[in-house]
């Protein structure tokens, strides 16, 4: 199965700390995707970073792939109240010619005022 | 605006029911997906429509039929409920079959009953 794998499954962290959550699949991909989710919402794309590339910005986030060992980790800077929310990776491969985008099981951050 | 909007936001139905969820994306995008999240928060992708043509259609019972009029809706139709059904279901749409962010909805909340 390519699907992703979120490491920790929960985090609890003060608000101001840099919050790191892991991933890890097991097929090749085209792309993964983190995306997040507050309770009782719907999903809000993060970041992307294709596979051939190693780090990728935005804002806050920061997201690294690491295809030999088929790992991305997201890291969070500065973390707010507000980030409180779960936290999933989705790795992206082809079938039948169209992405197929296949999510871990994701992660609780809960970040502590 | 909402770029991918479905309706309605929460159902509570009986056992043995058929109900549909709408949903519709002004985006412009060619692709539309049916997600279904469990209990455990697991996403799990059902269907996958490129241009009102079905691309993916994971192993789904065939209770669960969808229907793209264009390529800016997509519908799903679910008979005969059952309770294992209750889930929440989110739309999404990408560009170019997915090989690009996927926006979601704000999900729809099914309870059988």
């Known amino acids: 199965s390519q699907q992703g794998e979120e490491d920790p499954q929960a985090l609890s962290i003060q608000e101001g700390e840099n919050a790191t959550m892991n991933c890890s699949y097991k097929t090749s991909i085209n792309n993964l995707q983190w995306y997040r989710q507050n309770s009782g919402r719907g999903l809000v794309h993060l970041i992307l970073?294709?596979?051939?590339?190693r780090e990728k910005h935005s804002g806050r986030l920061r997201v690294t792939l690491d295809t030999s060992k088929k790992s991305s980790s997201l890291l969070i800077t500065a973390s707010r109240a507000a980030d409180t929310a779960s936290y999933f990776c989705?790795?992206?491969?082809?079938?039948?010619?169209?992405?197929?985008?296949?999510f871990g099981k994701g992660m609780k951050l809960t970040v502590n005022p | 605006d909402t770029a991918v909007s479905q309706t309605p936001k929460y159902l509570v139905t009986q056992m043995g029911n058929d109900k549909s969820i709408k949903c519709e994306q002004n985006?412009?995008?060619?692709?539309m997906y049916w997600y279904k999240q469990d209990s455990k928060k697991f996403l799990k992708i059902m269907f996958s429509y490129n241009n009102k043509e079905l691309i993916i259609n994971e192993t789904v019972p065939n209770r669960f039929s969808p229907k793209s009029p264009d390529k800016a809706h997509l519908n799903l139709h679910i008979n005969s409920l059952e309770l294992g059904d209750s889930a929440v279901y989110f739309c999404?749409?990408?560009?170019?079959?997915?090989?690009?962010?996927?926006?979601f909805g704000e999900g729809s909340w099914l309870t059988v009953v």
């Open positions: 985006l412009g995008h060619d692709t």
């Open positions: 970073i294709r596979s051939n590339e």
């Open positions: 999404a749409s990408s560009q170019n079959r997915g090989r690009n962010t996927i926006y």
């Open positions: 989705a790795t992206a491969g082809t079938q039948g010619g169209s992405e197929k985008l296949v």
